[in-house]
Each structure stands twice: as structure tokens, then as C-alpha cells.
């Protein structure tokens, strides 16, 4: 499975943005989806997660309300859209795949994109 991230940039806190990962290599319903994080000297977190068809999502304490993650099979897709940006949510997004459960474990996920900067001005 290759993993393409994209949407990331520059937006001032309050603002929004939304993250695409492309798959292709898998039957796109095969896997499951997770987005990570990681800030600058910090771990790698886990932010959210969706099931192979959409029906169950998992959120980090940090971003539920504020983030949405989606996927469209048709596409290929997954997305993250990004509201009431914070600057705490400056980091490299990464999206990751699995072939199994949704998971918030980055250890779970066999496959990962490249990671797109998000950075959230004050």
C-alpha cells in the first residue's frame, strides 16, 4: 500500500483545514485508516481513526470536536478536516493503513504516508 498526504500549510489559529492521504497498491476497503501526529521534539500521537467503511471513527481527547476524519472508498481517500485550529496542533500529519481494526496504536499500522506539515500561527 502507498500512502499519498496532502493539505497541509500555514493558517492561523481558529482556522481550518482539511488533509487528503490517497491510497493505492489495496483494495482500498481492505484497510483501515489512522492519522498521527508529530510536533517538533515530540513522540509521534495518534489523532484519529476510521474503519474500513467509514462506520466507526475514534478521536484523541486533544482534537475530538475539532476534528473530523472521512474516507471515500470510491476514491481511494481518507480526510481529515481541521477546525478551530490551535497552535498546539502544529506537527507533521501522517496518514497510516492496516489491514485489520481500526486502531490508535502507530504500532498496529503496517503502512505510511509521508507526512504533510500543518503549522497554526497565533
Known amino acids: 500500500v502507498q500512502l499519498q498526504a496532502s493539505g497541509g500549510g500555514l493558517v492561523q489559529a481558529g482556522g481550518s483545514l482539511r488533509l487528503s492521504c490517497a491510497a493505492s497498491g489495496r483494495t482500498f476497503s481492505d484497510i483501515s485508516m489512522g492519522w498521527f501526529r508529530q510536533a517538533p521534539g515530540k513522540e509521534r500521537d495518534f489523532v484519529a481513526s476510521i474503519s474500513r467503511y467509514g462506520g466507526s471513527t475514534y478521536y484523541a481527547d486533544s482534537v475530538k470536536g475539532r476534528f473530523t476524519v472521512s474516507r471515500d472508498n470510491a476514491k481511494s481517500t481518507v480526510y481529515l478536516q481541521m477546525n478551530s485550529l490551535k497552535p498546539e496542533d502544529t506537527a507533521v500529519y501522517y496518514c497510516?493503513?492496516?489491514?485489520?481494526?481500526?486502531?490508535?496504536?502507530?504500532?498496529?499500522?503496517?503502512?505510511w504516508g509521508q507526512g504533510t506539515l500543518v503549522t497554526v500561527s497565533s
Open positions: 497510516a493503513a492496516r489491514l485489520g481494526l481500526e486502531s490508535s496504536d502507530q504500532y498496529e499500522y503496517d503502512y
